[in-house]
């Protein structure tokens, strides 16, 4: 069974810093997608980014990356330039290549964002 | 379009009462689910289906049923309520090929006195 930790259970940077949350997950899978979902105030669960495990290239989206390290198996998110918005709960999630969809999500980061 | 849609938003329950939590989607997903969230364990899977007539167990089953009549909805059924089934639940869906990121609702929050 895979699993995914988030050591970090809270965090807080000030406005238009720069933050990384950091993940790790166990699989002896070779394929398999990583994902970083934003549950802010309001409950909903938003998807943040996406990572194919075959890709090497980290996948960015706006302000948000990641570090994708498969060798370590490490997966952190980094946001730019932060903003009031993102103050959030940040959950990282695994999703193995067995066509099941069955998503495995770490205990989240409550990240708070300061003005 | 409205997504995933989730009912009722709050309930309350005593302890031995049953209800069915509603989740529908119209986007034509074949992958629905149920997760629980409860404070420090993130979300946990409780069941899942990958087309209509198709339903199997996630992490934490127990104490609720799941059918899949339609492709449209995936209600959860809880016979005889707990208090250890206080929690948050949320429905997802997705697209089964190409590993697609799954849409939630907007989650129900269950109380069980």
């Known amino acids: 069974a895979q699993t995914v930790t988030q050591s970090q259970p809270e965090m807080s940077v000030q406005e238009a810093e720069t933050v990384t949350l950091s993940c790790t997950y166990d699989t002896s899978e070779n394929n398999y997608y990583l994902f970083w979902y934003k549950q802010p105030p309001s409950r909903q669960m938003i998807l943040v980014i996406r990572?194919?495990?075959?890709?090497?290239q980290n996948a960015t989206e706006n302000r948000f990356s990641v570090n994708f390290q498969k060798a370590a198996k490490s997966f952190s998110l980094k946001i730019s330039d932060s903003q009031l918005g993102d103050t959030a709960m940040y959950f990282c999630a695994f999703l193995p290549n067995f066509g099941n969809e069955k998503l495995t999500f770490g205990t989240g980061t409550r990240l708070t964002i300061i003005p | 379009n409205a997504g995933v849609t989730q009912t009722p938003k709050f309930q309350v329950l005593k302890t031995g009462q049953s209800m069915t939590l509603q989740c529908a989607q119209d986007?034509?997903?074949?992958?629905m689910s149920w997760y629980r969230q409860d404070p420090g364990m993130g979300l946990r899977l409780i069941h899942y289906?990958?087309?209509?007539?198709?339903?199997d167990q996630g992490e934490v089953p127990n104490g609720y049923n799941v059918s899949r009549s339609t492709t449209e909805d995936f209600p959860l059924r809880l016979l005889s309520a707990a208090p250890s089934q206080t929690s948050v639940y949320f429905c997802a869906s997705s697209v089964l090929q190409g590993h697609q990121p799954q849409h939630f609702g907007d989650g129900t929050r269950l109380s069980i006195l």
């Open positions: 289906s990958v087309g209509a007539g198709i339903t």
């Open positions: 986007m034509n997903h074949e992958y």
């Open positions: 990572q194919e495990a075959y890709k090497q």
